[in-house]
Structure formats: structure tokens, C-alpha cells
């Protein structure tokens, strides 16, 4: 079982929430609060950020930090916001693919760093489309009569009614992740995180094998297991054939944008 089926299972199910993403992710910079802490010293624990929509009826979106002790499986949720307690959602670079991100709450803000870019990418797309769907159905709520135009009177009641609720800004985020042709970019950057993650698990257990030889023998070195070489031959012919594929699927997807935009 993944990491994110175990946070779903453990965290989510009991609260009747549904899991849409978690991703590991670090603090870019360190909070004052938190300087008795020793400085560089390895933490016993690893950070989640998960996004899920409740089951209930409206429907709530919601982050939550989960953090997992190192050497257990043991969970813990910590932190939680709605979001409409989420004001901004910060890219950082809207040029290229980055794992840094930044998210505004009303009270506080967090400095992201996620273990990889096409993990913070995926967040990022689908915390978009989350809020786009939850916005929209709070002006459905609000403007049942005129369910055709319920995006121009949005925007109309927003500018005239200082009281409304202010929806979440998404800025220096790129266009790709936002955009409605996205399910390609969407497939691109899970297969990015599975390969990413078969990389590091093979090498995490590529050493295993040289700790126990030298254990047993020290006089000469152990070469690496036949089946580690050859998952790392097939491991190295997926990404390059993964590689390949994308580049087709972007220049497709640019195309098909191009296309779209001429259109109208």
C-alpha cells in the first residue's frame, strides 16, 4: 500500500472525507517561533499536505498536514484549513516547473518546498480545479434564479458587494497547470512521481545488499544484485521513453491550445 491509500485510509475515511492529493513536502524557510530547535539537526518526522473534499453536503475543501514518524507507520493530522481560509496560492515561478510553493492563509503563511516538481505541479492543478468547483457552487448557492449566468453575476456581484467572499488568487503559477486542456500535463507529472519514486526506493535498497557483504567479507567488494541491475536498465529505458512521450504530448498540447485560442 502507497503512502497516499494509507493517509486516505487512516486520516480521511474516518472523518467520511475523500483524499484528492497528498504530497511529502519540507519548509523552505524556518519560523521564528521554532529557533530553540537545534540548528541542522534531522527531523524524526515526515510532512504530508493533502487536499480532500468532504462527503457532507456542501461540500467543504480542505488542507491538511499529516505528518508520519520516521521508521513507523504511524500518522498524525495536525493542521487543518478550509478553503475559504485560503487567500493566495503562490508558484513562485510562473516560467517552469519548480517544487517551490507558497500558500497564504488568513492568519499565517506557509513556505513550501515539495520532494519534487511534478508533485508540487499536481497539487497545484488540482487544488485550482478544487477551488474553481467549490466557488462555483457557493454562487449557485448564493444566486439560485440565474443559473445561466451565474459566472458574469458573479463577477459583477464581487465588484459591487465589498461584503462577498473572496475567492483564492492563484499567482505566478503556470498557465499549463490552470488551463482546461490539463489532463495531459496531468498524466505527464504522475508518471514523473512514480518513476521518481521507484528511483529513490531502488536506491535506498541498492545499498542493503553492499552493508550486509562487507559485513560478511571485507576483503573483497560486492558487486551489485543481477535484479537491481536490471530494474535500473528498465528504470533508465522508462524515462527516456517517458521523456520522449511528453515532449510529443506538450508540443501536441501547445498545438491544441493554439488552435483553441485561433478558434475563438
Request: with cysteine; net charge positive; glycine share 4%.
Amino acid at each position: 500500500m502507497n503512502i497516499q491509500s494509507a493517509i486516505s485510509r487512516e486520516i480521511f475515511v474516518p472523518r467520511d472525507e475523500k483524499l484528492l492529493v497528498a504530497i511529502e513536502v519540507r519548509r523552505r524557510m524556518k519560523r521564528k517561533g521554532l529557533s530553540f530547535l537545534k540548528a541542522g539537526g534531522k527531523k524524526d518526522y515526515l510532512t504530508y499536505l493533502c487536499l480532500s473534499v468532504s462527503n457532507s453536503r456542501p461540500a467543504q475543501v480542505l488542507i491538511t498536514k499529516v505528518k508520519r514518524y520516521r521508521g513507523t507507520r504511524q500518522l498524525a493530522k495536525r493542521s487543518q484549513w478550509s478553503v475559504e481560509q485560503l487567500r493566495q496560492v503562490n508558484g513562485i515561478n510562473p516560467d517552469k516547473d519548480t517544487p517551490e510553493f507558497d500558500l497564504v492563509f488568513d492568519r499565517t503563511t506557509d513556505q513550501w518546498v515539495a520532494s519534487s516538481a511534478a508533485e508540487k505541479c499536481v497539487f497545484v492543478q488540482i487544488l485550482y480545479h478544487a477551488c474553481q468547483n467549490y466557488w462555483e457552487a457557493k454562487l449557485v448557492q448564493a444566486n439560485p434564479a440565474s443559473p445561466a449566468d451565474q459566472k458574469t453575476a458573479g463577477a459583477l456581484e464581487n465588484k459591487k458587494n465589498p461584503g462577498a467572499p473572496r475567492k483564492t488568487s492563484f499567482v505566478n503559477c503556470q498557465q499549463k497547470l490552470m488551463g482546461d486542456a490539463c489532463s495531459v500535463n496531468m498524466v505527464i507529472y504522475r508518471c514523473k512521481i512514480f518513476l521518481n519514486r521507484m528511483k529513490n526506493s531502488m536506491t535506498a535498497n541498492q545499498g542493503r545488499p553492499q552493508r550486509e557483504a562487507v559485513k560478511t567479507s571485507r576483503s573483497r567488494s560486492s558487486p551489485s544484485p543481477p535484479a537491481v541491475r536490471k530494474m535500473g536498465n528498465v528504470m533508465r529505458r522508462a524515462s527516456q521513453v517517458l521523456g520522449e512521450r511528453g515532449e510529443r504530448l506538450m508540443r501536441a498540447d501547445d498545438k491544441t491550445s493554439h488552435l483553441l485560442h485561433g478558434a475563438k
